[in-house]
C-alpha cells in the first residue's frame, strides 16, 4: 500500500495547481502599455537591429547567456531504459529545477522523438540561437558518444552530456582524494571497473587524463570481460581490454587497488574487498543498489575507502556536485565549449574544497559536530554552500586559460561576490534543516490528527524520515478519515486522550499537572479534566518525555492551543516571556521576524529579550544574526515615545550580547538598503551587511508585515516558532498548508535535537515502527 501511496504522491506532485515543475517568468515590468510596446511592437524591434548589426549582442539584449537547454531523447532514462521522449519530459524538467536552485541557469527542457543520430545532432544543431549551453540527458550508449562529439565540433556554445561526464568530474575528484589518503600513485594502482557504458567509460578516459595508465584498467560489461580478442568492442574501449579472457570479477579483485563500479547492486562481495591490495579504495556507484552496500564493504576490512552514490551514507558520489557549477562558470565567460581542462578544473575545486574546514551550516544539515577530510569525506557535500563560488570561478579560469572563453572575467573577487548573490548563501536553510532532521529524526506529537492535513503532512514527515509522527484523537475517526482520502498511517500509534486506554497516562499526567499548578488556580479535579484535552494532553507528553516535540494549532484560536504549553511545559530559565518568530524564504535569502504573534505592546526590555531570544535560534539555524530594529524613525530622527523604546532597547541589547550585530531605530527602507544606509548612516553597524532579522515595535506591525509577504507571493512563511519555551511545541497558523506542516514539523524535531540532545531510547529504536522509519529513509539523488 505504501509504495502506491508514494506512486499517488509523485503524480499529485506533478499534477496539482499549475501541472510541472517549472514556468517562465517575466523579467522585466510588463504591467502598462508602455511596458508592452517596449517589450514586444515596436520597441522590440531596436534590439532585433542591433543584433541583426552585430550577433554577440544577442548577449546583451537577450536570456541566451544564461539558458541551457536540457535535450534527449528518451533513449536511457534514469533506471527505466528506452521510455520515449515524452515519458523522460518530467525529468528533464527536474534537471531544469536543479540548475535553476544550485547555480541560478534557466532552462527550456526539450524532448525530440528521434533516434538516428545523424537526424538527433541536425535538430540540436539547428537549436543554438537559443542557447548558451546544451546539457545532453539520458541517451543511450553508444549513440550518446557520437551526438556529443558531433555537437562539440559544429556547436559554439558548450555541450556537455551529463550521464558520461557527471560521473567522471565527482568520481575523478574522490579518486585524487582517497589515493591521496590510502598513500597511492595514480599512474601505479590497478583498476577493475564493472561496466563499460557511457559513464564508466568517460570516468575511465578522466582518470587517464590525470595520469592513470590504460594498461592497469581491467573492465567488465554485461558480457564479461573486455578482451583483446573480443570482435564487439567500440575503438575506444580496445586500448583497455587488458583482461584475459577467462577473468571474471572475483579474479580481477585479487590485489586490485581500486574497484570502480557503474553496473548492478550486489554484484560485489565483502571476501573480495577482503582480497584487494592494502587499503583498497572502492566506488560502488550504482543507484539505488550498489555492487557492495556501504555496510558490508566497511566490515569486510577497516582500511577500506568507500563511496556509493547514496545520501545515507558518506562519501555520496552525486552529479549535482558539478554539472550546475560547470555550466555556470562556462556561461558566464561564455565559453564555445567545455572541454577537458574546464572539467579537470572542477576535479581539482571540488578535491581541494574537500581538504578545508567545513562551514557549520554543513555540520547542522549532516548532524555532526565536525567533517572533516578523510576515509569518510573524501568529497564536497551536495549542501555545502561554497560550492557555486568554488567550482565555478575554477572552470571559467581554465576557460580563459586554455582559450575558448570569449568574455573574460578581469575581477574575481566581484565574480564570487556575485556568486554568492546569486542564490543567497543561507537560502538553502530548509534543505539543511531536513537533511539534519532526517539523521537523529524525533517523535512529533500532532494533536488535531482528525483533520485530513495533518494526517496527509504526517505522512509526508514518516515517509521523508523527518520524524516520528504520534496521532492524537478518535482512533476510529482517524483510521476512517485516513482509509477515505488513501493517506497511509499504519503503524502510527493512535493516542485518544479521552479514552479508557489512556486512563492511567491521564491519571499520572494530572498528578503531574496538578504539582505544577497547584498554587496558581488548578485543583486536582480540573487538572484531571484538562488531561483530556489534546493540546494539555500533547504538551505533557513532550513534557514527561513520551514525545519530544508537539504540533497544534491548525483547527484552534491561537491562545488556546499556547496556553497549555506555557502551563506545562513553561519557559527557558531566565526566560520572562516567550515570543513567536516567522521564517520567511524570501528570494534574498532567509528573513526571521519577531515578535509576530504573542507580545501587543512590549517595553524596550521585553524587545531586548525577544530580540536576544530571536539571535539565538536564528544562530541555532547556523545564521549569524544581523538584526534591524524596526521603527518609523531612523537613528533618533523622531523624539516619539515609540522611537525612543527602540533605541533603548538597542542600548539594553547591547550592554547583555555585546557582540550581536543590531541596530535600530530605524525604517524598513533603510534596513534594506546598502546605499542609502552608506551615504547617511555610515556609522551604522550594518553597512555592507544584509539585514536577516526584524525586531517590530508591536504585535500588529510584525503580524501585519509576515502576512503581506505572505500572500503577495513574497516569501514563503514558515512558523510561528515559538522563542523562549523549555522543550519544542510549535503552533500552526490557522489553516496551514500540508507543506507549512511539513516545514514546521522539520524546525519541531531540528528544535528538539538542540533542546534533546539525548539519543533516541533504545526500546523505541527496536520497535517496529522505528525500523520501517529507518526503512523510509532510503537514497534520494539530490
Not at 78 to 103: N, R
Not at 399 to 417: F, K, L, R
Not at 429 to 451: C, H, T
Not at 741 to 766: C, F, H, L, P, Y
Amino acid at each position: 500500500m505504501q509504495n502506491d501511496l508514494r506512486k499517488q504522491e509523485a503524480l499529485d506532485y506533478h499534477a496539482k495547481g499549475r501541472p510541472g515543475k517549472i514556468e517562465v517568468v517575466p523579467t522585466k515590468e510588463a504591467k502598462t502599455q508602455r511596458d508592452l510596446s517596449l517589450a514586444y511592437s515596436p520597441g522590440v524591434a531596436e534590439p532585433c537591429k542591433e543584433i541583426k548589426a552585430d550577433p554577440e549582442a544577442v548577449y546583451k539584449y537577450t536570456a541566451k547567456g544564461n539558458l541551457v537547454a536540457v535535450i534527449s531523447n528518451g533513449t536511457a532514462v534514469l533506471g527505466l531504459g528506452d521510455i520515449g521522449a515524452e515519458a523522460s519530459k518530467p525529468v528533464m524538467e527536474g534537471k531544469g529545477v536543479l540548475f535553476k536552485i544550485f547555480a541560478d541557469i534557466d532552462v527550456f527542457d526539450i524532448e525530440i522523438n528521434e533516434k538516428d543520430p545523424e537526424k538527433f545532432v541536425q535538430i540540436v544543431k539547428a537549436l543554438e540561437p537559443t542557447f548558451g549551453g546544451i546539457n545532453l540527458e539520458d541517451i543511450k550508449a553508444p549513440e550518446c558518444f557520437y551526438i556529443e562529439k558531433a555537437l562539440r565540433e559544429q556547436c559554439s556554445i558548450p555541450v556537455m552530456h551529463d550521464d558520461q561526464h557527471g560521473t567522471a568530474i565527482i568520481s575523478s575528484a574522490a579518486l585524487l582524494n582517497a589515493l591521496q589518503i590510502q598513500k597511492k600513485k595514480i599512474d601505479k594502482v590497478r583498476f577493475v571497473v564493472n561496466g563499460a557504458g557511457a559513464a564508466a567509460m568517460a570516468c575511465i578516459q578522466l582518470y587517464v587524463a590525470l595520469g592513470a595508465r590504460p594498461e592497469n584498467f581491467f573492465l567488465f560489461d554485461i558480457n564479461g570481460p573486455l578482451h583483446r580478442g573480443r570482435t564487439d568492442l567500440e575503438e575506444f574501449k580496445r586500448k583497455f581490454a587488458n583482461a584475459p579472457a577467462d577473468s571474471n570479477l572475483e579474479k580481477a579483485l585479487r590485489n586490485a587497488d581500486v574497484f570502480v563500479g557503474l553496473s548492478v547492486g550486489n554484484v560485489v562481495t565483502g571476501d573480495m574487498v577482503k582480497s584487494m591490495a592494502k587499503n583498497p579504495i572502492v566506488f560502488a556507484l550504482a543507484n539505488p543498489d550498489p555492487e557492495i552496500s556501504y555496510e558490508i564493504a566497511k566490515a569486510s576490512r577497516n582500511d577500506v575507502i568507500i563511496a556509493t552514490g547514496r545520501t545515507d551514507f558518506a562519501n555520496q558520489v552525486n552529479n549535482v556536485l558539478g554539472f550546475p557549477y560547470i555550466f555556470r562558470g562556462a556561461l558566464d565567460v561564455r565559453a564555445r565549449q567545455i572541454n577537458e581542462a574546464m572539467k579537470l578544473a572542477a576535479v581539482k575545486a571540488l578535491a581541494e574544497l574537500a581538504q578545508t574546514p567545513v562551514p557549520d551550516i554543513v555540520n547542522m544539515a549532516y548532524n555532526t559536530k565536525t567533517i572533516s577530510f578523510g576515509p569518510d569525506y573524501i568529497i564536497p557535500k551536495p549542501l555545502d554552500p561554497r560550492l557555486l563560488a568554488t567550482v565555478a570561478p575554477a572552470v571559467a579560469r581554465a576557460a580563459m586559460e586554455s582559450g575558448v572563453a570569449q568574455q573574460p572575467i578581469t575581477n574575481w573577487d566581484s565574480y564570487v561576490t556575485e556568486l554568492n548573490k546569486r542564490l543567497g548563501l543561507d537560502n538553502q536553510v530548509m534543505r539543511v534543516l531536513g537533511s539534519k532532521a532526517r539523521r537523529d529524526p524525533k517523535r512529533i506529537v500532532f494533536a488535531e490528527a482528525d483533520n485530513v492535513k495533518i494526517l496527509k503532512a504526517a505522512q509526508i514527515v514518516f515517509d521523508e524520515g523527518v520524524g516520528y509522527p504520534i496521532l492524537l484523537g478518535n482512533e476510529e475517526r482517524i483510521r476512517d478519515l485516513a482509509d477515505a482520502n488513501g493517506i497511509d498511517i499504519e503503524g502510527l500509534p493512535i493516542f485518544d486522550p479521552k479514552g479508557e486506554a489512556m486512563k492511567e497516562k491521564r491519571m499520572q499526567y494530572s498528578e503531574h499537572f496538578f504539582k505544577k499548578r497547584q498554587r496558581k488556580g488548578i485543583n486536582f479535579y480540573e487538572s484531571q479534566k484538562m488531561m483530556r484535552d489534546r493540546n494539555y494532553f500533547g504538551s505533557m507528553m513532550v513534557e514527561m518525555g513520551d514525545a519530544d516535540a508537539m504540533i497544534s494549532g491548525l483547527t484552534k484560536n491561537y491562545a488556546d492551543t499556547i496556553r497549555p504549553a506555557i502551563e506545562v511545559i513553561g519557559t527557558e530559565e531566565g526566560v520572562k516571556k516567550i515570543a513567536g518568530m516567522y521564517l520567511m524564504l524570501s528570494k534574498r535569502g532567509p528573513l526571521f521576524l519577531a515578535d509576530t504573534t504573542i507580545n501587543f505592546n512590549p517595553t524596550a526590555e521585553e524587545i531586548a529579550e525577544i530580540t536576544m531570544l530571536a539571535a539565538r535560534e536564528v544562530r541555532a539555524f547556523n545564521i549569524q544574526p544581523r538584526v534591524a530594529l524596526l521603527s518609523y524613525s531612523n537613528f533618533g530622527s523622531s523624539k516619539s515615545p515609540e522611537a525612543h523604546m527602540m533605541a533603548e532597547a538597542r542600548r539594553i541589547i547591547k550592554e547583555r550580547m555585546p557582540s550581536l550585530i543590531v541596530e535600530g531605530e530605524m525604517q524598513a527602507s533603510v534596513a534594506f538598503n546598502q546605499e542609502l544606509m552608506k551615504e547617511n548612516y555610515p556609522f551604522s553597524e550594518l553597512v555592507d551587511k544584509d539585514v536577516n532579522t526584524l525586531i517590530f515595535p508591536n504585535l500588529a506591525s510584525g503580524n501585519i508585515t509576515y502576512n503581506i509577504l505572505k500572500e503577495l507571493d513574497a516569501a514563503d512563511a514558515i512558523g510561528p516558532i515559538l522563542l523562549g519555551l523549555k522543550k519544542p511545541v510549535h503552533i500552526l497558523q490557522l489553516g496551514s498548508s500540508v507543506r507549512s506542516i511539513v516545514n514546521m514539523s522539520t524546525i519541531a524535531v531540528v528544535d528538539a535535537q538542540i533542546k534533546n540532545q539525548s539519543a533516541t531510547d533504545e526500546v523505541i529504536r527496536r520497535s517496529p515502527w522505528w525500523k520501517r522509519l529507518k526503512r523510509n529513509k532510503q537514497s534520494v539523488n539530490v
